[in-house]
């Protein structure tokens, strides 16, 4: 029962009091690091732009094969 007691103490402490845990490394660590920063800002920008590349490649791509079909009278895409 003790054991117990204590887990949950810790644990609520942690929750409470998350720099005791350094459990968010957004906040918490590498504050005071200009590179930590300039990553998450960086993987910010490519995954915010991932999808847009990603839709942008599939049209391309139907377009060409809009195109191809046009011009060569071939039957469905290939």
Same mark, same amino acid.
């Given at each position: 029962?003790?054991?117990? #007691?204590?887990?949950?103490?810790?644990?609520?402490? #942690?929750?409470?009091?998350? +720099?005791?845990?350094?459990?968010?490394?957004?906040?918490?660590? =590498?504050? $005071? +690091? $200009?590179?930590? !920063?300039?990553?998450?800002?960086?993987?910010?920008?490519?995954?915010?732009?991932?999808?847009?590349?990603?839709?942008?490649? #599939?049209?391309?791509?139907?377009?060409?094969?809009?195109?191809?079909?046009?011009?060569? =009278? $071939?039957?469905? #895409? !290939?």
């Amino acid at each position: 029962m003790t054991s117990r #007691f204590v887990s949950i103490l810790a644990g609520s402490l #942690f929750v409470l009091a998350p +720099e005791l845990a350094r459990a968010c490394a957004v906040c918490g660590a =590498g504050a $005071d +690091e $200009d590179a930590s !920063r300039i990553a998450y800002l960086v993987t910010t920008i490519v995954l915010s732009a991932l999808p847009l590349v990603m839709l942008g490649g #599939f049209l391309l791509w139907l377009r060409v094969q809009t195109r191809r079909r046009r011009q060569y =009278g $071939d039957g469905p #895409f !290939r």
